[in-house]
């Protein structure tokens, strides 16, 4: 089964730092997403791309957090000036065009263990 | 906007039972999907069922099920035959056609006792 992917598994940072998070969602697929988890708590939504733009956006996505997808394949998250508080777990996240009524699911990838020191 | 609600923080169930998971929800998209995510201690997400607010029967996978009650707002996972490798967090999530972003609720830690 195709795969969404990403890397790195695990990044740690100094606070202030910049990061940038990689994913590559399944070819065919046009709906990509950030999400994170704090401690294997609840998964927050962060963004959600579509046609090469932010289609919307949590309260948590403030001016630090920006997504971009450069080069048709690549889909970043990156964080401006990491706070203690970005420690989390990273999700990408994409899915297929509607088929009619049937809402597609998602498919994850395995995540970016983000720490900040 | 959408909002998933699980109650349930932690549950526990014997081997070999079934157990069920609430989930409820609140939306204004009229056309809507529900879904149920495992995430084992490894941390991946892996997808278990859908129901679409429009499918007329209750949707089932393997030893998954959705009990689904539309007037009530609630998607409810039971799992028979519990394994102890079900031990896992379990995550509700939905999606609508028009705000088509996925949200999810706070999950329920299902255990299972040997």
């Known amino acids: 089964e195709p795969e969404v992917t990403q890397t790195p598994s695990h990044q740690v940072t100094q606070m202030g730092q910049e990061v940038i998070l990689r994913c590559v969602p399944i070819s065919n697929h046009l709906y990509f997403y950030w999400y994170r988890q704090i401690l294997g708590q609840k998964v927050e939504f962060l963004v959600s791309?579509?046609?090469?733009?932010?289609?919307?956006k949590s309260e948590i996505f403030d001016d630090q957090f920006s997504v971009e997808r450069p080069d048709g394949s690549n889909f970043t998250l990156k964080i401006r000036s990491t706070k203690l508080e970005d420690s989390a777990m990273y999700f990408c996240?994409?899915?297929?065009?509607?088929?009619?009524?049937?809402?597609?699911?998602?498919?994850f990838g395995s995540g970016t263990q983000l720490s900040v020191l | 906007a959408q909002k998933i609600t699980q109650t349930q923080p932690g549950m526990f169930v014997q081997e070999k039972e079934a157990v069920t998971l609430d989930c409820t929800y609140d939306t204004s998209d009229p056309s809507y999907g529900l879904f149920w995510y495992k995430q084992p201690s490894s941390g991946e997400m892996i997808f278990l069922i859908y129901q679409g607010s429009y499918d007329q029967q209750n949707a089932t996978e393997g030893r998954y099920s959705l009990n689904f009650q539309k007037a009530r707002k609630s998607a409810n996972l039971v799992i028979s035959a519990s394994q102890l490798g079900d031990s896992a967090m379990y995550f509700c999530a939905m999606r609508g056609y028009n705000n088509n972003d996925m949200r999810f609720g706070a999950g329920t830690r299902l255990t299972v006792k040997p």
């Open positions: 996240a994409s899915s297929e065009a509607f088929q009619g009524s049937k809402i597609e699911k998602l498919f």
């Open positions: 791309f579509y046609n090469n733009e932010i289609s919307e």
